[in-house]
């Protein structure tokens, strides 16, 4: 990778902010639980695994700064409620004993190393599925900046180039946070991967032309049936690839796996501000006075995924079988 999204140095968390991306590559420190909360809440840093290694540091840091471990806890459990990455976390780190920063980071250090493992993991047990001589289609960011490193579906793309296959990389803008116009697109470039950008309304047009062999999406929460939330927009790509008899896959670690919700219905949505819709840049682009409907993400009925790639293998339907045996349930 030639950056890193997030790194412990100096007694501090370090972020890339990305905010500023692609125009500035700023970085953020954070010395306590509460500033990492605000720093996941404000989306200086984002995506389900890059937020879980976030949130071990921020608690770790708690006990540096002399915080209360619950109150901590708390803190940062609710800065985004969807991605249940966030609540593994947490919960791997309350276990930890003494309950010391040296003993929390160290744990913190784990998550992170873990996180980057798994996602090469994931690349090459997806690199698989990947057709030959056809576009890969990807949605929102879940690259190597939404994780510890290498990424999700970015990490299928980027094994499957590795591993010498022809395939052209495509990603929708994702409004209205342009996660990838902003962010996939730069990180693809960063690495020298060339992409092309399409408007999210184009998408079913692109899959219609037979131009696409496959999508690949990341996860922010999968249930034990299969249903997966991811951000806002996937569920119609998703109808869209289904139409175009183009397979989607999911592509997430086992810690986006959660077996405690049965299906879909269960897993909580995140609404946003109304301005990330009214305003474009600071500049409003909708009239004083409209409501808005912003959800974070949407959830994809399990019946239009082909496959789940995890970094213990793929998991195909029936999914309350195939993710349980995955994760060892």
Known sequence: MSFRTLWFADGALHL?????????????????????ARAIREMVVRGAPAIGCAAAYGLALSARAGEDFEKARAALLS?????VNL?????????????????????????LQEDLEACRAIGRHGAALVPEGKGILTHCNAGGLATAGYGTALGVVRAAIAGGKRCDVFAGETRPWLQ?????????????????????VA????????????????ADRVARNGDTANKVGTYPLALAAQAAAVPLFVAAPLSSIDLRAASGREIPIEERSAEEVTHLLGQRVAPEGVSVFNPAFDVT???????IVTERGVARPPYQDSLAALAGA
């Open 79 to 83: 800065a985004r409620p969807t991605a």
């Open 16 to 36: 890339l902010d990305q905010r500023g991306l692609p125009a500035r590559a700023e970085v953020v420190t954070v010395k306590s639980a509460e500033e990492t």
């Open 301 to 307: 009925p399990a019946r239009y995924i082909a496959a």
């Open 180 to 200: 990838g116009a902003r962010l996939t697109a730069w990180e693809l470039l960063q690495d020298g991967i060339p992409v092309t950008l399409l408007p999210d």
């Open 203 to 218: 998408a079913a047009s692109l899959l219609s032309s037979g131009k696409i062999g496959c999508v690949v999406v990341g």
């Open 87 to 111: 609540r593994w976390a947490l919960e791997r780190m309350a276990a930890v004993r003494p309950r010391a920063f040296e003993a929390l980071k160290a744990e913190a250090d784990k998550i």
